[in-house]
């Protein structure tokens, strides 16, 4: 079968539903650990014919294969999304995994799976939906590490709090890690101590395996040469974005990394600006690596002192700045597989 390179982020809204009309077949599975509702709604007709039966990969795979003309298939963003586009996208022409936050016709009226997968069903046919990226390339697996990573963290983040609440708790330092003679409390200290040793040591079992992909993939050694960005920053980005021109233009992946906000306007009234739904992850690596430029000798250095010197910027708003910049020279490398220029800025500057 032919397959959509494109998908919606990267195409316009008509040519989205003109590609929506050329389908026979629009079906929206409601996929769950029992049971699978299959809905689905033909070119020609407005009625959906919904069936709800025991959840089995191989039976949905022959149930697809048997659909007469094209076929395009939507799933909600799960936990099980991912592998079920990767079984399935051969069995159809395209299969587009949805936002279910966007969703929220689902969450009026009734509620069982069918009618859920009834109401997905013509939120497809009619071009509603958000679609959410996923791809079978090899890329796309360092996202389990990165997942597993931070998961990681966040639990050691967690048991070092722990440590430091029980010795306010006794009136001790933590950082003095003052003796404790509370039996009960030294029992759970010691508990505590020993998750956290072990905390860091799977922690630098992980940094040394992202240490030996990041040496093997060429988009996050490219990534590294920015400065402000290690291993751990260009191994989330590149396991993040996988393919940059997912994004139609910088604008568009500021916005998704939370580093721009939206104008809310109403009556020809401005009331202010909000934040957009972003990766909290990328604006993460693009503030830390701002933080880390700004003070060495490094080309970002002399445009954070250009923009305070010559600009007349404050200190918060230039480093915002910098963020921002990072992130439109890590889009670009990721997009067409350019090398960092250091003082692109410059060249910015002149024209």
Known sequence: MVKTKLNRTQISNNDYLKELDTYDNYIAVDWSQVNMAIARMTKNSKQTKVIDVPCNIDDLKAYLKNLPGKKILTIEETSTSHWLYVELKEYTDRIV?????RNRLLSEGPKNDKIDADKLCKLLRNGLLKEVYHSSDNIYELRKLMSAYDDLVKAGVRLQNQKSAIYRSEGKSYKKEEEINNGTTSFILERINEGIEDYQLKKNEF????????????????QMTIPGIGDIGAIKVVSTVIDGRRFRNSGKYLSYCGLVKHKKMSGNRNYGNKNPRYSRKQKSVYKTAA?????????????????ITTKGLAEDKARHQISRYIARISYSMLKNGEKYDPYRWRKHKTT
């Open 97 to 101: 995994i949805c936002d279910p936050y």
């Open 207 to 222: 940094e040394k395996f992202i240490k030996r992909v990041n040496k093997k993939e060429d988009l996050i050694k490219k």
């Open 291 to 307: 933080i880390a430029a700004i003070g060495g000798n490094n080309p970002l250095n002399d445009y954070y002192e250009y923009l």
